[in-house]
T-cell receptor, first 114, second 111 residues
Framework: DTGVSQDPRHKITKRGQNVTFRCDPI?????LYWYRQTLGQGPEFLTYFQNEAQLEKSRLLSDRFSAERPKGSFSTLEIQRTEQGDSAMYLC????????????FGQGTRLTVV | TQLLEQSPQFLSIQEGENLTVYCNSSSVFSSLQWYRQEPGEGPVLLVTVVTGGEVKKLKRLTFQFGDARKDSSLHITAAQPGDTGLYLC???????????FGTGTRLTIIP
């Protein structure tokens, strides 16, 4: 399978714990995006990378959130000191970019903070 | 802040009927995509439109991009239960190439 891969698919954590999600984009894509989606809403932009450079971060991305793409390939999204409001689906997408915005999504990581 | 509005928010129709979903913005898109998402899964890309007035067809789905590139519509002919899902439009704006998503239209086709 050469699509976007996310791991884990589901994560249940206690409030206050740290969690880390991984995204492996389509191999030839140099843009990688993170979105968050809550029930009944469209995905909200969090951040994106062009190769290893983080080009933009949403104001939604508080200082408890950090994303990396160290070698311009896979990316990780870490949430520190999780809160119940962090419960959501975290989606990763990649595109060939920068002129091609056609993005392909992974299956997402469903986070539940209890 | 660029806002992308979709209407209707919910739509429930009988199998075999036709329907249209709308996506509107106050700003000009450089490109626009339509996605379909099923529960617990990521959005799946259906189509990309780039040129004002462009029409693209995907089997029973017809996508149109407004002449001014500020709006788009998705028309489904003879809807089938397999069309059930959340339909999302997403646009990229000039000078800001991340995708901004609409709130979605939840479509239910009743057999």
């Amino acid at each position: 399978d050469t699509g976007v891969s996310q791991d884990p698919r589901h994560k249940i954590t206690k409030r206050g714990q740290n969690v880390t999600f991984r995204c492996d984009p389509i191999s030839e894509h140099n843009r990688l995006y993170w979105y968050r989606q809550t029930l009944g809403q469209g995905p909200e932009f969090l951040t994106y990378f062009q190769n290893e450079a983080q080009l933009e971060k949403s104001r939604l991305l508080s200082d408890r959130f950090s994303a990396e793409r160290p070698k311009g390939s896979f990316s990780t999204l870490e949430i520190q000191r999780t809160e119940q409001g962090d419960s959501a689906m975290y989606l990763c997408a990649s595109s060939f970019g920068p002129k091609n915005t056609e993005a392909f999504f992974g299956q997402g990581t469903r986070l539940t903070v209890v | 802040t660029q806002l992308l509005e979709q209407s209707p928010q919910f739509l429930s129709i009988q199998e075999g009927e036709n329907l249209t979903v709308y996506c509107n913005s106050s700003s000009v898109f450089s490109s626009l995509q339509w996605y379909r998402q099923e529960p617990g899964e990521g959005p799946v890309l259906l189509v990309t439109v780039v040129t004002g007035g462009e029409v693209k067809k995907l089997k029973r789905l017809t996508f149109q991009f407004g002449d001014a590139r500020k709006d788009s519509s998705l028309h489904i002919t003879a809807a089938q239960p397999g069309d059930t899902g959340l339909y999302l439009c997403a646009g990229a704006y000039f000078g800001n190439e991340k995708l901004t998503f609409g709130t979605g239209t939840r479509l239910t086709i009743i057999p």
